[in-house]
């Protein structure tokens, strides 16, 4: 290639890798402005509109002293996770242990009650298969942990969530859900204002959920006001792919009006969140004003959300849950959360709580304690629209100008109107012949579909190059005329010329009705990788010898750790750090030069340069595809193959129709060169 051709080419592989880097940071989270702290609504629900009131406690961040004697007579006496006692529930989908100490959650396996595993742990190492149970949450002994469902309630929270609440037996009912109480202090003691917390946990059989019920009781004689919450899961398993930090919280939202927001993938990721915290706090040290370690999440999310209280605030991973949900049975209740952040182990975590209405705690009367219930539910399971659906046998509150679902949690991606149909062909598919065989149709109904548009476009190509034929000689003619003239009104009266011998042979400057076709493409290429990358179905998805299509293949069985690499080779390159020889990227790029090689060789030395260059863009592309799952590399080779045949065919049709002249007899390799090669 002469050095002109060299410099389109690297322009035109820096423009393909600009976009792919501009879809990223454009689908990136984004972090709302500094002053958004000014319009967010106020932590409690039900109080005038001021700046988030975060300055309430975490557990763990408040209190760092020894309790006193008073204290520890009230039952506010920390132990070790490995001193407390623990109760297990289990049904068909899960086994939740939760401790005495603070009466929370210590660990939540995928594991059912009789020891056998309901989801398998994937391993970093593409080329090692699963064989461990899947443990969506994890304990922890670093002191700023919070686990999950501790108590959000006031200054003693730090103490509260760590010392031993009264454990209750298991006990199960008719339908088959276990259920479960601690109190807090221990019978026969009162926290100082009077009152005791009971919490009750229920594991509703054959689902994911888990009701947590939170009742106050007021042994004193006066009454109360209370606004009680939980904290969510700190942190749930990276499955598939490495890194928490990288995983973004859910967030849905309604208000009074019945308007509904989803924060999802859209959302700060988790690692964002720490940046947040400290650029508030500056704020906060400026104004003299003391830091804080939570976030309001209306706060954080935007602030244009007036009005807009939390229905369900948790964590998510590419394909698991971990979430609060108000109750749906009072869909009217307003209900707050935060997000607490911090790192542990040179990771970042959160936790999201979720903030029940104020609660009224009436006087003990008649040698009976006041008492009042706030009532949440948690959802560990699958990023799934099925096993939502199953999880709630009620839906949210009915919504006149949009359907309302759980399943607003699990999105098919974007765009919608196109994942959304693509993930229902796929799933039912997938339900009568495997995944593997549903991705092979799914590719050649999608590219079925699009045959027309490549028609189109394969032949305005060969029309627009046609013309061009008869055009060039005159368009060189008009060069040769104006060569020696490079004044202004020269080069105007050559474009002018130039555009009238284009418009008497009904040529356009550039083949748009070539690039108009691949360009319409793209929302269906988005939306497929989108659907892949959504698809719970996939998950350790065998195929041939392709043990889990939501992997690279790694269908040679050898694997190094390459850590050291900068990260965004490492996110082209490797899984998890981890390199592997996957061979179906390989074999998309060699199928690409086969199909650019059986495009016929223009005689425009311009044209054939961009070919040349298009050429080099396909091995680029597979670098950037080389870590990419299976299943979508396999969409790919199908999708290549058909374009493979599919260019034959109408290669033939266009020749029959007089469009496209027939191939010369190859009587020699000089005589198969277009003129412009003949010196070469």
Not at 196 to 212: C, E, M, N
Not at 452 to 471: C, D, E, H, N, R
Not at 529 to 548: C, E, I, K, M, P
Not at 578 to 592: H, K, Q, R, V
């Amino acid at each position: 290639m002469d050095r002109k051709s060299w410099i389109q080419m690297i322009v035109t592989i820096a423009v393909v890798l600009a976009v792919f880097f501009g879809l990223q940071t454009w689908l990136a989270p984004k972090r709302p402005p500094a002053d958004n702290a000014a319009k967010a609504p106020a932590n409690t629900p039900g109080e005038s509109r001021e700046p988030p009131k975060v300055s309430d406690p975490s557990p763990g961040s408040q209190r760092t002293s020894e309790p006193t004697a008073a204290e520890k007579e009230r039952g506010f006496d920390p132990l070790r996770r490995s001193q407390a006692a623990t109760r297990t529930l289990a049904n068909d989908k899960l086994t939740a242990v939760f401790s005495e100490r603070g009466g929370a959650l210590d660990s939540l396996k995928f594991v059912n009650a009789q020891g056998e595993a309901v989801f398998l742990k994937t391993p970093d190492d593409p080329t090692i298969h699963p064989t461990e149970g899947l443990e969506l949450i994890t304990p922890s002994d670093d002191p700023k942990w919070v686990a999950a469902f501790a108590l959000k309630l006031d200054d003693n929270d730090a103490l509260r969530n760590t010392s031993r609440w009264e454990a209750g037996a298991v006990t199960t009912d008719g339908q088959g859900n276990q259920s479960v109480s601690f109190r807090f202090p221990p019978a026969g003691k009162l926290e100082s204002d009077g009152t005791a917390i009971v919490k009750r946990f229920t594991l509703r059989q054959g689902t994911y959920r888990i009701d947590a019920e939170i009742e106050i009781e007021n042994h004193g004689e006066k009454s109360l006001e209370k606004v009680v919450g939980l904290w969510g899961p700190p942190g749930i398993t990276n499955d598939n792919i490495k890194n928490s930090g990288d995983y973004s919280r859910v967030a849905l939202y309604g208000s009074t009006e019945n308007k509904r927001w989803t924060k999802d993938k859209g959302g700060a990721s988790v690692h964002g969140y720490q940046k947040t915290l400290e650029d508030f706090n500056e704020d906060r040290a400026d104004e003299g004003k003391a830091a804080v370690d939570a976030v309001d999440s209306v706060w954080q999310d935007s602030s244009d959300k007036d009005g807009m209280f939390l229905v369900a605030h948790g964590l998510r991973t590419r394909y698991f849950l971990a979430f609060f949900a108000s109750d749906p049975d009072f869909p009217s209740t307003q209900h707050s959360g935060h997000i607490k952040p911090w790192r542990v182990g040179g990771e970042n975590v959160a936790a999201c709580s979720l903030m029940a209405p104020k609660l009224d705690v009436g006087k003990a009367a008649g040698g009976a304690p006041g008492k009042a219930k706030a009532r949440l539910m948690f959802y560990a399971g699958p990023r799934d629209k099925a096993a939502l659906e199953q999880a709630w046998d009620v839906a949210p509150a009915k919504d006149t100008e949009q359907p309302n679902h759980w399943t607003e949690l699990a999105p098919p991606g974007w765009p919608w109107i196109v994942t959304a149909p693509l993930a229902w062909l796929l799933k039912s598919m997938s339900g009568l012949m495997g995944p593997g065989l549903a991705v092979i149709v799914l590719t050649l109904i999608v590219r079925m579909l699009l045959s027309p548009l490549s028609f189109k476009g394969q032949k305005s190509m060969a029309i627009y190059t046609k013309k061009m034929k008869v055009v060039k000689p005159r368009l060189d003619a008009l060069k040769e005329k104006y060569a020696s003239r490079k004044d202004r009104d020269s080069q105007l009266a050559m474009l002018q010329e130039t555009r009238d011998i284009m418009r008497s042979e009904n040529v356009g400057f550039f083949p748009f009705g070539g690039c108009l076709p691949v360009l319409m493409q793209m929302p269906i290429f988005i939306g497929l990788y989108q659907t892949f990358a959504n698809s719970f179905f996939l998950r350790q998805a065998g195929f041939a010898w392709l043990h889990d299509l939501s992997l690279p293949d790694a269908t040679i069985p050898f694997s190094l750790a390459m850590h050291w690499l900068p990260g965004f080779l490492q996110g082209f390159l490797t899984h998890n750090g981890i390199f592997t020889i996957n061979l179906l990227p390989m074999a998309w790029i060699a199928l690409s030069v086969i199909q650019m090689k059986m495009q016929p060789k223009p005689d425009d030395p311009q044209q054939a340069a961009m070919q040349k260059q298009m050429g080099c863009v396909f091995p680029i592309m597979g670098l950037m595809f080389y870590s990419f799952a299976s299943g979508f590399a396999l969409y790919f080779i199908v999708s290549s193959l058909y374009s493979l045949a599919e260019t034959k065919i109408i290669k033939r049709y266009l020749i029959a129709k007089g469009i496209v002249d027939p191939p010369k007899p190859k009587s020699g390799a000089e005589d198969a060169k277009p003129a412009y090669h003949a010196s070469k």
